[in-house]
């Protein structure tokens, strides 16, 4: 296969289909589209389907009735990054559950057309757990404010630009390349593109703030750790099954998007939190940033990009994120538990 090949979406009825295991491949294959669970090529897929659909939750399960009165006790920057996180948040959410169809089109394996088929309905929950955030916490207009800010705040806009371009570019010019391209965005997407606003909630948390969203978060955070294994075992089984397609240059163009990605996210951390919040100072949330674009890269078997950030500086926050002792590293078989959001139990924090 070669990386400028134009991709040719999966046949939805195709008797000539192969069948036979040893044929079969993440893209490029010869899909029957036939789901047999019984007979799978990519294990760790049918597990990761039984897990994520294991987290099954409901937002409104979640009381936020005393977040309502803490939002208005909020200070100034904790009120604004709380509004402009959502927001983000809000966006990112929508464009997956919008654009993880036009990837599934392209990917050959049953098992995983499974797994991206129920990570799109834990978008749109997602999607579903801010509005009713909103609905919940603060008043209709500042909740239209609230939506209208991923795209009058700059700083939004060209965080969600980047993002967005990679997936239109691939919409447009179905290539393997491109493909590639929005594979790692996307992986960028839930395993970088979070994280600041996810440890902001948390220091409210920790403060005793805005518990309720704090749950809601836990819950979207624990979805989005396997959502985040999806694609590392999508990259990993692309790279065995095509290793022609992984040039130098194509190589270090996906670092390049995880750099620009963790200097956007940094930016943005700073940009929310003002150094004005307790636990979140401006050196804590750049070298955090930059601790977990290593551990992403390491799981791709890429170079990382900052070799000084060995030391995990906010240990603090996966403590706090931590629910029931889940473990977060699918393909080291270490997740453990996973519940329904009405077993969460606010002791354990």
Not at 54 to 62: A, K, V
Not at 98 to 123: D, G, K, M, S, W
Not at 167 to 189: C, G, H, Q
Not at 270 to 298: C, E, F, H, M, W
């Amino acid at each position: 296969m070669d990386s400028n090949d134009k991709l040719t979406k999966k046949k939805l009825f195709n008797e000539h289909g192969d069948r036979e295991w040893g044929k079969r491949r993440m893209i490029g294959g010869n899909t029957t589209n036939l789901i047999q669970l019984n007979n799978v090529k990519y294990e760790w897929a049918t597990k990761m389907y039984r897990a994520m659909m294991n987290n099954f939750w409901i937002p409104e399960e979640i009381p936020l009735a005393q977040d309502a009165k803490d939002y208005k006790l909020l200070t100034p920057t904790e009120r604004s990054s709380y509004d402009k996180i959502i927001s983000f948040l809000i966006f990112l959410d929508s464009l997956q559950t919008a654009n993880l169809p036009n990837i599934n089109e392209y990917i050959t394996a049953p098992e995983v057309n499974l797994c991206l088929t129920v990570q799109t309905f834990q978008e749109a929950v997602h999607s579903q757990s801010y509005s009713y955030i909103l609905d919940s916490v603060c008043s209709s207009e500042a909740r239209e404010d609230i939506y209208n800010q991923w795209r009058e705040d700059k700083h939004l806009l060209q965080r969600n630009r980047f993002i967005t371009d990679l997936y239109e570019k691939f919409i447009d010019e179905p290539s393997t390349t491109n493909l590639l391209r929005t594979i790692m965005a996307n992986y960028i997407l839930e395993g970088i593109y979070f994280y600041s606003g996810f440890s902001f909630f948390y220091a409210l948390g920790r403060q005793g703030k805005m518990l309720g969203t704090v749950s809601e978060i836990k819950y979207i955070q624990r979805d989005e750790l396997t959502h985040l294994a999806l694609f590392q075992g999508i990259f990993r089984e692309i790279r065995t099954e095509n290793p022609e397609l992984f040039t130098p240059d194509l190589v270090e163009s996906l670092r390049d998007m995880m750099r620009t990605a963790v200097e956007h996210e940094i930016a943005w951390g700073l940009y929310i939190t003002q150094n004005n919040i307790a636990g979140l100072s401006d050196t804590v949330i750049t070298q955090y940033i930059q601790y977990l674009s290593n551990d992403r890269l390491k799981k791709l078997n890429l170079e990382i990009l900052y070799p000084d950030i060995v030391e995990h500086p906010m240990k603090w926050v996966e403590t706090f994120s931590n629910m029931n002792g889940m473990k977060t590293d699918f393909f080291e078989q270490k997740v453990t538990n996973y519940s329904k959001s009405s077993g969460m139990d606010w002791g354990d924090i």
